[in-house]
């Protein structure tokens, strides 16, 4: 079945590092890909997506490539910032309806 | 985006008590809303499609009749969690699908803690 498989976590970075968050995915046909975020006793808000091959979804310096060949939509950020830790989900859907959610990854930016 | 609500944010009830979280679609008319449950530290899991004027459809392992569902409006959805026990303890969070996109957009989430 559809599935999504992200790095775990804990991952803890200095502000201004470059961030990468791994994700791959498993699924027929044509899926559609997202990153999620999460702060801290909130809901999940939608970061970036992106819906057919060699897109590119970004939004606040956070960029994904949907990457068919290789079944992967990697988060990265060029240079973190404190306001930046939360938790990310990758996700993936086929109908808009069904979500297949990674596990997701913790990121803590220290000054 | 969508802009979602739920109320209450932070609920606090009694064993045996029963517990209703509200999900408002703020913006545009939903006819389909999704129910989320998060244990700590753990990844979203759908407990059912809310579909507006008819049942809801629930996915394999969630009690129907523990976790009631209605939809009564193209902008409401509620969760009632019926006699709530500690283990109902978690976080609970509502979404609703854009019409004509595949994009699902969140609530802020309900922490039920049952005593």
């Known amino acids: 079945g559809d599935s999504v498989t992200q790095m775990e976590g804990p991952v803890t970075l200095s502000e201004e590092a470059f961030l990468t968050i791994n994700c791959t995915y498993t699924?027929?046909?044509?899926?559609?890909l997202f990153w999620y975020v999460q702060y801290p006793g909130e809901g999940l808000q939608l970061l970036l997506k992106a819906t057919k091959a060699d897109d590119k979804g970004s939004n606040k310096g956070f960029e994904a490539t949907y990457r068919k060949e290789t079944t992967s939509f990697h988060l990265e950020k060029g240079s973190v910032q404190v306001s930046d830790s939360a938790v990310y989900f990758c996700?993936?859907?086929?109908?808009?309806?069904?979500?297949?959610f990674g596990t997701g990854t913790s990121l803590t930016v220290i000054p | 985006g969508a802009v979602v609500s739920q109320h209450p944010s932070r609920v606090i009830c009694k064993s045996g008590t029963s517990v209703k979280i509200e999900c408002r679609s703020l913006d545009f008319q939903a006819t389909t809303m999704f129910w989320y449950r998060q244990f700590p530290k753990q990844s979203l899991m759908l407990m059912a499609t809310s579909n507006e004027g008819s049942k809801a459809t629930y996915e394999q392992g969630v009690e129907k009749d523990k976790f009631l569902i209605n939809h009564a409006s193209l902008t409401l959805s509620t969760l009632t969690v019926t006699s709530a026990h500690p283990e109902d303890s978690s976080f609970y969070i509502c979404s609703v699908r854009e019409g004509g996109t595949d994009t699902q957009y969140f609530g802020p989430g309900t922490r039920l803690t049952v005593l």
């Open positions: 699924a027929t046909g044509y899926p559609s």
């Open positions: 996700a993936l859907t086929k109908s808009g309806n069904q979500f297949y």
